[in-house]
C-alpha cells in the first residue's frame, strides 16, 4: 500500500526544576544558596534521509518522545540536558501543525527542530539579592512542547506523468523504468501514484506515474486533485496524449486548465508533450494531430510522438526529458531554499511577551499572556517565596494595577493560566 501521509504526537522533553539548597561551610551556621539550575529538556528533531521513502513506519508509532531534563543539584550543579529525538524522515516530508507547515525537509540531512524541550527552572542561587539572602525558592522546569504533527510525503520524482485517463501513462512507465504498474484499457486502471526510475545515457529520472485527471479534478471530480502533490513538485511535465483522439486540443487544454486550477507553480512548469499510441498511425495522420496541437500548447513546448508497446521514440524522450530536467532542478535549488527557511513554531514569540489582559469572572480574575502564564508555569506553588516572587512580576509588568482597578482585594482569587493564587496586594 502507499502511504503517504500520517499523524504522530511528538513530546519535547520537559525542563529539569531548580534546586533550593544552602553552602555548607565550617563556622557559618547556613551559608549563601547554591541551588543549581535544572537541565533543558530534549528535543524532537526530524532529519530527511534518502534511505526512506514511505512514511509507512509511522503508523506504528504512536508517540515520539524526547527525554527530560534532570533537575539542578547542591554547589550550583546543573541538571543534565534531556537526550534529543532524532527522528529519520523520507526526503521530501513536509511537517504541519494545526494545518501550517512548520518544516519541509527536501535534502538528505536536512534537520529541524519540530518539538523545543522546556527551559530548565533556575535554581535558587539565581534569587538571592541584597533584601533577600537566602531565599528559599526555585523554579519548576517547563514542559517541553507537545502536539500532533501531520506528516505529507510529496515525492520529489524528476519527471511527472498527466494526462487524461487511458491515456497510456502507466504503460510507458512499465516500458522505460523498472516499475510494474497495472495497465488496462479503462479509465482510472491507477488509483495510487507509482513511481520508476529509468536509466538513459549516465543519468537516472525518477518518474511518478499518477491517476488520470479530467475535467474538474481540481475541484475533486474522478479522483480528483488529491494526487497532485506529488506531481506539483517535480522538475518537469510530462504530458501524454492519446494519438487517437478525435479532439486532440480540447484533451490538451482540459488537462492544462486542470493543473492551473490546481496551482499556479504547476502550470509554470515546464512540459513535454507527447502522442501515445502512435504505432498504428500513418505519417500523415500524426502530422495532422500534431499541427492541431500547435495551435494550442504554450508557446516553445515540444511535441514528440511515441509508442511503447512498439518501442518507439522512447529514448529520445527520455534523452530530451532529462536535459529539462537538468535545467530545471538548476533554477528549482532556489524556491526549495525558501521554503526551507520556513520558520518552527515555538511559545515565545517576542511580540506576543508583552501583551497581557485582566478580564473578571465572578469574583475570580482571570490574567493571560504568554509571558505571565510562563512564569506561573515556573511557579512552585508550594514555595512561599516562589508565590510572592509571581507576584513581584505582576506588579512590575503593571498587572496588579489593573487588578486593583478592577476591583481585587487581598484575598481575591486570580487565575493565571491553570494556576490559582490569592492577590494579596496591600
Ligand atoms: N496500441 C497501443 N496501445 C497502448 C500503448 N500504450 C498504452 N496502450 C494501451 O492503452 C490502454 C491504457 O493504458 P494505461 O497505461 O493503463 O493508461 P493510463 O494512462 O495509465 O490510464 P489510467 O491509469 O486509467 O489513467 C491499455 O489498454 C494499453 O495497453 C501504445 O503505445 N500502443
Ligand atoms: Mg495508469
Known sequence: MFIDTATVKVRAGKGGDGAVSFRHE?????????????????????????????????????????????????????????????????????????????????????????????????????????????????????????????????????????????????????????????????????????????????????????????????????????????VERTAVLLHLIDAYSNDIAGDYKTIRSELGKYSDILVSRPEIVALTKTEGLDDDMITMQTDELQKVITKGTQVMTISSTAGYGLNELLRQLNQQVKTARDSLVEESTSLNNVPVLTLSNEQNTKAWSVTKEGDQYIVTGEKIEKFARRTNFDQFEGVNRLRDIMKKMGISHELVRQGAQGNSLVRIGSSELTFLEQ
Open 26 to 230: 565550617i563556622y557559618i551556621d547556613k551559608g549563601g544558596p547554591d541551588g543549581g539550575d535544572g537541565g533543558k529538556g530534549g528535543n524532537v528533531i526530524f532529519e530527511a534521509t534518502e534511505n526512506l521513502n514511505t512514511l509507512l513506519d509511522f503508523r506504528y508509532k504512536p508517540e515520539l518522545k524526547a527525554s527530560d531534563g534532570m533537575n539542578g543539584g547542591k554547589n550550583r550543579r546543573a541538571g543534565k540536558y534531556g537526550d534529543d529525538l532524532v527522528v529519520k524522515v523520507p526526503m521530501g516530508t513536509l511537517i504541519k501543525r494545526d494545518g501550517k507547515i512548520i518544516a519541509d525537509l527536501t535534502k538528505h540531512g536536512q534537520r529541524q527542530i519540530i518539538a523545543d524541550g522546556g527551559d530548565g527552572g533556575f535554581g535558587n542561587a539565581h534569587f538571592k539579592s541584597s533584601v533577600r539572602q537566602t531565599p528559599r525558592m526555585a523554579e519548576k522546569g517547563e514542559l517541553g512542547e507537545s502536539f500532533e504533527a501531520d506528516l505529507e510525503l510529496k515525492l520529489l520524482a524528476d519527471v511527472g506523468l498527466v494526462g487524461l485517463p487511458n491515456a497510456g501513462k502507466s504503460t510507458f512507465l512499465s516500458v522505460v523504468t523498472n516499475a510494474r504498474p497495472e495497465i488496462a484499457d479503462y479509465e482510472f486502471t491507477t488509483l495510487t501514484p507509482n513511481l520508476g526510475v529509468a536509466d538513459i545515457d549516465e543519468s537516472t529520472l525518477l518518474i511518478a506515474d499518477i491517476p488520470g485527471l479530467i475535467e474538474g479534478a481540481a475541484d475533486g471530480k474522478g479522483l480528483g486533485d488529491q494526487f497532485l502533490r506529488h
